[in-house]
């Protein structure tokens, strides 16, 4: 749609848009003088559009007029949100720097605007002065400090981070501190249809009572210190207490998403050994009762501790062995009231295996080490700016690497958990966001796009929103605008990362201005890098240059081993060497703009990412292949959507009988059905495409990347 500019506008035009012809002489007045103070087409004159016009209530389509309008001749990357002063001192960056940025920077340093690349670079260069400043600053309590921050290492191409020192991450986020006191609130909730009730909440000794009775509950299961324990169940304020407590008492969490399939959950049960698993006997949503125990048990799962949802007792019969949640709890009753004494442990140990989709059809199983959720809560510091008192949201699970991350950026940074127990599509969670005042909204790009379309939102005061993050998949500018909006134009921070990393390695800062679904910053303390064509780094900072992303390989808390492959071969093997050191392997491909920002362009390897979730197209055509006998074989593509926004899954079938006529919505269906049956029930195959070949290498390979842009084109070329 092409938009007029700013002054070329009449009190008509935005009359057309259904609002009322008073209201719209009003607006255009005050357009008109904005114009005049500030020009038609400034970021100044945005940024008094966005905080002295807009709001709400008013149509959407009269946002679009005014942010197209304002930027119809700026090019690309036009800034959605610009930092000022004033706000950027009040910020953890800001304040830091507005302490120390002459002792941290030297001469260069200005102000914690101008300066905050220069701070960027220095995380990298100084991570030993970088690292300790932060750990300090988030109120990191060693049981045995370490004798240095980075150690050099030949074995270890990351180094050793932290070596020689012992704590537990679990006790950090209940420990007392200049950001909390014992009545301080930690988690906040509701349950989906209790939405006119009063907003539930937890102080911190609350808090420590429950993690405590259940830390010692479990070491009346009688498994030795570091055995691996499973939570499938969704992210509600009792997972969340089962979680502490599983890492308080010296043990590992083993995280799996409460949507898997019991295939799915047997399989991550069994790489990682987990001796026992917290589950619920159904998951509620709406006015459905979804069997969770029942998958559970499918997946020939050990000893189960069952969690009754919502009532007071089971609705089952248990297996043979295991335990029902309040009989478990009852073993310890002789220690309710008694603080347990955390297992202080090396900073090398394990406290959570997650799973990140390979290229091979089995998860990959990685551990995060004591010191990954300290780089969690230190992206959260850095870039999301969450701090004493805030309230964070971001609809996820325990079984994604987001739902311990928005356990420990939380506690660890002083903020409360916000937890809504039901689905964050609905009205319901927006009136939540509202009454429970969250202040870090974080999304998947999938959730906004349902928001927008439905409404769901409309009527809810956001207005306590400081900025929203956003992660998981590609966004989309006109969605993504419309979610500013909703908050009167607060900030959205783009947070790309990985399981293997802990958290994020380029996303962005309130010390930049935001421009809608791109990145402006590497993350604090990662080094990124473009390769080329010749497989090598790309001279840095040169923008307009497109290709797949490597990273750094000292970033701080990132994985150091996998449990079932070869870590240095799936992230180091066949990669160049700069500076000395050989680089990190991450799989996507990235794009650096004219204006210095980035934006990510899908994966360079064989998986994609659907609705924020990575998957392995191995593990879709196994499933596909054996879908109907007339099926020779099938490839799974991940196609971006036009207009930006998630990938869409498409399929690339050769029939056996190239005669015969297949019914492809038939097929679909029935895709859909395997897939949401036996591997996740959020994919859906958006299109199937009859080929009569796959392309392939010299060594028979099947080319998917090529596959990808003949569909991508294909999908572009139609809708001309």
């Not at 290498?697 to 842009?709: D, E, G, I, S």
Request: hydrophobic share 40%.
């Amino acid at each position: 749609m092409t938009y007029k500019g700013l002054d070329g506008i009449t009190s008509v035009d935005i009359a057309r848009l259904g609002i009322p012809s008073t209201l719209a002489d009003e607006l255009y007045q005050k357009l008109t003088e904005i114009i005049k103070n500030y020009g038609s087409a400034s970021q100044e004159t945005w940024q008094r559009l966005s905080t002295d016009v807009l709001s709400p209530d008013l149509p959407f389509s009269f946002h679009q007029m005014m942010f197209y309008g304002c930027y119809k001749d700026f090019g690309p990357d036009p800034p959605a949100w610009i930092p000022n002063q004033e706000n950027s001192r009040l910020t953890n960056v800001g304040e830091l720097l507005n302490k120390c940025g002459k002792d941290l920077l030297g001469s260069i340093y200005k102000d914690p605007i101008s300066s905050f690349s220069d701070f960027q670079e220095f995380s990298i260069k100084q991570p030993e002065i970088y690292w300790k400043t932060i750990l300090d600053e988030m109120n990191v309590q060693f049981a045995v400090p370490p004798y240095c921050i980075l150690q050099e290492s030949p074995s270890q191409p990351g180094g050793v981070w932290l070596p020689g020192s012992r704590l537990n991450p679990a006790k950090n986020c209940l420990n007392l501190n200049s950001k909390r006191d014992l009545d301080s609130i930690m988690i906040v909730w509701r349950n989906e249809g209790d939405d006119e009730t009063p907003i539930q909440k937890m102080t911190l000794k609350e808090l420590q009572l429950e993690v405590w009775l259940v830390a010692y509950a479990l070491n009346n299961l009688g498994l030795d210190k570091g055995s691996a324990i499973a939570i499938d169940m969704p992210m509600d304020v009792k997972s969340v207490i089962i979680y502490l407590a599983i890492v308080l008492a010296g043990y590992v969490v083993v995280s799996i998403a409460d949507s898997f399939a019991s295939s799915e959950i047997s399989t991550r049960l069994r790489i990682s050994q987990a001796k026992a698993i917290f589950t619920q006997d159904f998951i509620v949503r709406g006015d459905k009762k979804l069997p969770l125990y029942s998958r559970v048990i499918e997946a020939d799962a050990p000893i189960a501790i069952v969690i009754p949802t919502r009532d007071s007792s089971l609705s089952i019969t248990l297996r043979e062995g295991d335990i029902y949640w309040h009989s478990f709890l009852d073993g310890a009753r002789d220690f309710r009231g008694t603080e347990f004494s955390a297992v202080e442990q090396p900073i090398d140990a394990f406290t959570n295996i997650l799973f990140s989709s390979g290229t091979t059809g089995e998860p990959k199983a990685i551990p995060w080490t004591v010191s990954t959720p300290f780089k969690a809560a230190a992206d959260g510091w850095a870039h999301l700016d969450i701090r004493k008192g805030d309230i964070v949201s971001w609809p996820t699970n325990l079984g994604w690497m987001m739902g311990p991350w928005l356990v420990y950026a939380s506690l660890l940074n002083g903020a409360s958990v916000a937890l809504y127990n039901g689905s964050p599509l609905g009205s319901g969670f927006a009136k939540f966001v509202q009454d429970a005042k969250v202040t870090m909204l974080g999304v998947i790009p999938s959730i906004v796009r349902t928001w927008k379309t439905t409404n769901s939102a409309a009527g809810y005061d956001w207005s306590s929103i400081r900025c929203f993050g956003s992660t998981g998949e590609a966004s989309n500018v006109d969605e993504y605008l419309w979610l500013m909006g909703r908050a009167r134009y607060k900030p959205i921070i783009e947070y790309c990362g990985g399981t293997e990393i802990g958290g994020g390695f380029i996303t962005g800062s309130l010390l930049q201005p935001q421009s809608l679904a791109a990145f402006s910053t590497p993350a604090m303390g990662c080094n990124v890098f473009i390769l080329g064509i010749d497989g090598m780094p790309i001279q840095p900072n040169v923008p307009g240059m497109v290709g797949e992303l490597a990273l750094g390989p000292q970033m701080f808390g990132s994985s150091s081993t996998l449990l079932n492959a070869d870590h240095y071969d799936v992230y180091f093997k066949g990669m160049p060497v700069w500076n000395g050191k050989i680089l990190r392997r991450h799989g996507d491909m990235i794009e650096r703009t004219t204006r210095g920002y980035y934006h990510a362009h899908g994966r360079a390897d064989d998986t994609m990412n659907l609705g924020g979730i990575k998957v392995s197209s191995v593990e879709i055509e196994r499933i596909c292949n054996g879908v109907e006998s007339n099926i020779l074989e099938t490839a799974a593509v991940g196609v971006p959507a036009l207009g930006g926004g998630p990938e869409k899954l498409v399929i690339a079938v050769v029939f056996k009988d190239s005669d015969h006529e297949p019914d492809l919505n038939s097929l679909r269906v029935s895709f859909n059905s395997a897939l949401q049956t036996k591997l996740n029930p959020l994919f859906k195959v958006a299109n199937i495409v009859p080929v009569p070949l796959l392309p392939r290498t010299a060594t028979n390979k099947v080319m998917r990347r090529v596959l990808r842009q003949q569909l991508a084109q294909a999908d572009s070329s139609s809708k001309m």
